[in-house]
């Protein structure tokens, strides 16, 4: 039964205690809950790419979808909705109830190190994704908190980002996604971001949050702050920021309390900030039971299926010369499977959007399972991280069969006392331990750990282990002390694990002997005592492990594979060690080596097939060598089996680029004026970000946003679109149609993309906009008629003079298009808007 609470009654009986403590965060991950009032603790957890769970450590593993760059290049909306509906069963599941996500910001700068976690550098496109994405997960009963409100497109530091844009650009880009979620999929909730918007901070910014949000989009959720993202009381409670999280809150408990009592807060204030907490509530067990699906819980055959479409139909085929794509999984030929990403999977980017998944499908494994292993070859060609890969094969708890860590925590130091037993013992499975969260029980601020592994050998060689730590640690093996990060640490030269947290790593060479098993044990404590922000660095550490190798010989060997197989297929690119929250890229190429590796296996074997990998735009300087490129973004769980459907022709290729890839970094709409060369980021570009900004100033970009290449072709022709359109009601509503044929012979999806170009305006606009997509199933030789509806969006820009949306009246062209890129438009038809009108939203 579905018992609502009474909000205006409950608010006259609610304490002003009770109703800061509503207001404030529980815990990391949970809100307050008031017993005597049936009010109860929400619990939150990340997205956007699955459900991480309230512990970074040892939480429980999940669906991990693609990286939202790759769920963007689908341009499948039907899939988003999938995807959210399958979010929420895995929500429910665990018992949580706000999923932070999605993740709408546009990728500014290609550098932003977590520019994976967004859709698209397209506001239409990120926000039409988006829309469904939280239409799946809320039909589920689970709220969505997309985030970050707004502009958060840097990662370094992002807390000390001063944002200073012009309205418009806000309006028409960086708010825009956030506007159609609320149009098309009201989320129940918004994450403020960490950084100020023209002089104000977010989180108590009161034209961010009540005009905009409140007022002009007419949205009734809750709004909460990005973690540690709250930087006043009273300021914040009166702009509109209802939840401070985490807990325990730092600005709100007693000062809010005194806030009130000295009458600078109003309880009228409080009172409404508690009405859209209690109001949540009530959404949530209004739809409770709508997602009830407990067929679809843990590790089920529909979550595969659901990634390995999301990963494959997001892999965008960028070259394919001489049709050498897709590869004949009947022909007799040999493979060489070539690249750090073979076996290391680039299966997601890191950070909070990162998550323990059930499994990862590896590219090795799921090509080896169409060609059959005998006809393969491996080498790795080169090293691929900045860090050594996972310490997690060939390990097992002490004392047991079980993979994985055992983890000896004290409470007190246990060097003072040898005869001292651990407080809590626990085990677990993960090379990575931050404990910015999950910290057993009976363990304080201050703490000893020791975590140790068994490692067998599996063949006689020379490893190398590696440990980063979050704190002070040292390293032995079998007793000997081989890593010292206690006494000293390295300098740090680049941004490190676990937030950009831990310490530099430092590796020790072993030789091991096969068979032979040796203990390894880490020794660590924590140096920070801090609770809120401060349990960030409250400690971690990340142990590393390869066979040794080095460059040279392993670049070698993998000309020498090239050279013996019929097909080499490279997969490299970047990983979570170079794409993650907290640090930006400096630059857009791939590591040397791994760009060395590409070019050279290009020269041994011509028939290369390159698949590159990173969750944002890398530059090629192989491309015009390779006869066939993929680009493969971070493909999740089933990141192997994507990859492979995609080689083998399983499935036939139709993602698009999501963020236009440059030829040079120095072409980038941000490029004077991302980072921190400044006090203030200067939005410069104003509107023009992404395809906008590089068709606007002739900078010919390597792939244009909306570019991807199919195994059959697509054939346009008559398009249709009104020639005239009159406003009725403040709207336009009307419709572009084409017709397309597969001439090809496979059967394969297609993307029409639609842009609008306004012909005479009265401020500079974009030559062309993206104002609707829609991706279609042609079956070979067959036409279909696609149509797309269009509204007032597709015409109007943000007005200044105005303070509103305007569509003035006057000549436009619908421009039907395969991408981006002017030499890919197909149609263009005139369209006259024959009277001016303002809105909202
Ligand atoms: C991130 C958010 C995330 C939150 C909780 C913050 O660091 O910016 O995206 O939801 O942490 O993990």
């Known amino acids: 039964m579905v018992v609502l609470i009474d909000v205006d009654k409950v608010l ?52 991990l979808t693609p990286s939202a760059t790759a769920m963007g290049a689908t341009f499948d909306t039907n899939l988003m909705r999938k995807t959210g509906a399958m979010l929420a069963i895995e929500a429910r599941e665990r018992g949580y109830d706000v999923l932070l996500g999605p993740t709408v910001c546009l990728q500014r700068s290609p550098l932003i190190g977590r520019g994976f976690e967004a859709f698209a550098e397209d506001p239409w496109l990120s926000g039409m994704m988006a829309s469904e994405y939280v239409n799946g997960v809320q039909a589920g009963g689970v709220a969505c908190s997309i985030k970050h409100f707004a502009a958060h497109d840097q990662s370094t530091n992002s807390t000390e980002d001063a944002i200073v844009a012009s309205e418009r650009a806000l309006r028409e880009t960086h708010l825009l996604p956030f506007q159609l979620a609320v149009k098309h999929a009201n989320p129940w909730s918004f994450m403020t971001s960490y950084n100020k918007i023209n002089g104000t901070h977010a989180s108590e910014n009161a034209w961010l949050m009540s005009k905009i949000l409140r007022q002009d989009w007419g949205w009734d959720g809750l709004v909460m702050s990005d973690w540690f993202g709250t930087y006043s009381t009273t300021e914040a409670v009166v702009a509109g920021l209802d939840l401070e999280m985490p807990g325990p809150a730092r600005w709100r408990g007693d000062i809010l309390r005194y806030a009130v009592l000295s009458r600078k807060l109003k309880m009228s204030s409080i009172d409404a900030r508690v009405r859209n907490l209690l109001n949540l509530v009530n959404k949530l067990e209004a739809h409770k039971h709508r997602g009830d699906n407990t067929a679809q819980y843990g590790d089920t055959p529909a979550k595969k299926d659901l990634c390995r479409t999301l990963a494959s139909s997001s892999i965008v085929l960028l070259k394919n010369k001489d049709n050498l794509l897709p590869l004949d999984p009947t022909a007799k030929q040999t493979y060489g499977l070539i690249g750090p990403a073979v076996t290391i999977t680039a299966a997601s980017g890191g950070g909070s959007g990162d998550l323990r998944p059930y499994y990862i ?95 067998t050998a599996p063949k006689t060689t020379t490893i190398q282990l590696g440990l980063c730590v979050v704190g002070k640690a040292k390293m032995y093996v079998d007793g000997n002390e081989v890593v010292d990060l206690w006494t000293s640490q390295p300098p740090k030269t680049i941004s490190t694990p676990m937030f950009d947290r831990a310490s530099m790593e430092v590796t020790a060479d072993l030789s091991v002997k096969e068979g032979e098993s040796y203990e390894i044990l880490v020794f660590l404590k924590n140096e920070s005592f801090e609770a809120g922000a401060g349990a960030l660095n409250r400690g971690g550490l990340r142990l590393g492990y390869t066979e040794k190798f080095d460059d040279e010989a392993a670049l070698a060997k993998a000309i020498n594979v090239a050279k013996q197989v019929d097909v080499p297929i490279v997969i490299a690119g970047l990983n979570k060690d170079y794409e993650t929250e907290a640090t930006d890229r400096q630059t857009l190429a791939l590591p040397p080596q791994v760009d060395r590796l ?37 493909g999740g769980q089933e990141t192997g089996h994507g990859i492979a459907d995609v080689l083998f022709g399983k499935t036939n290729p139709s993602g698009r680029i999501s963020v236009t890839f440059p030829k040079r970094l120095e072409h980038s709409p941000a490029f004077l ?24 100033t002739l900078h010919d970009p390597l792939f244009y946003f909306g570019y991807g290449l199919s195994y059959t072709n697509f054939e346009y022709s008559n398009p249709q679109a009104p020639k005239t359109v009159t406003p009725t009601n403040g709207d336009v509503r009307f419709d572009a149609s084409v017709d397309v044929t597969n001439t090809g012979d496979r059967d394969g999806h297609e993307i029409v993309q639609i842009y609008v170009s306004d012909l005479k305006s009265s401020v500079q606009r974009p030559i062309k906009e993206l104002k609707g997509f829609k991706k279609v199933w042609i079956k070979a030789g067959s036409t279909e008629t696609v149509t797309v509806s269009l509204d007032k969006y597709a015409l109007s820009y943000w007005s200044e003079r105005q303070d509103k949306w305007l569509a003035e009246a006057g000549a436009f062209r619908i421009i039907i298009s395969k991408s981006a890129n002017p030499v890919d438009e197909v149609a263009s038809l005139g369209i006259k808007l024959l009277e001016s009108f303002t809105w909202m939203i």
């Open 12 to 63: 006259l009986e609610l304490t002003l205690e009770e109703k800061i403590q509503l207001l404030s965060g529980k815990n990391n991950w949970q809100t307050h809950g008031i017993g005597r009032l049936g009010i109860p603790s929400l619990t939150t957890t990340d997205g956007p790419h699955g459900v991480r769970g309230t512990a970074f450590f040892n939480g429980p593993k999940g669906m």
């Open 673 to 696: 004026n991302f980072g921190k060369s400044d006090y203030e980021i200067v939005y410069g570009e104003g509107v023009f970000v992404g395809y906008r900004y590089y068709e606007k």
């Open 598 to 634: 590409i070019k050279e296996v290009i020269k041994a074997n011509p028939k290369t097939v390159v698949v590159s990998q990173a969750g944002c735009p890398i530059t090629m300087p192989w491309l015009d060598q390779a006869s066939a490129v993929c680009h493969a973004w971070y």
């Open 361 to 455: 499908s590896r590219p090795m494994e799921a090509i080896k399972e169409v060609v059959g292993e005998e006809n393969v070859k491996t080498a790795i060609g080169c090293s691929g991280g900045r860090f050594l890969p996972y310490l997690e094969t060939d390990i097992h708890v002490p004392g047991t069969n079980e993979p994985g860590y055992l983890l000896h925590w004290y409470a007190t130091d246990p060097e003072s006392d040898p005869s001292l037993k651990p407080t809590v013992t626990v085990t677990g499975e993960q090379a990575q331990m931050y404990f910015g969260d999950n910290i057993p029980d009976g363990i304080g601020a201050r703490y000893w750990l020791k975590v140790s592994t068994i490692y």
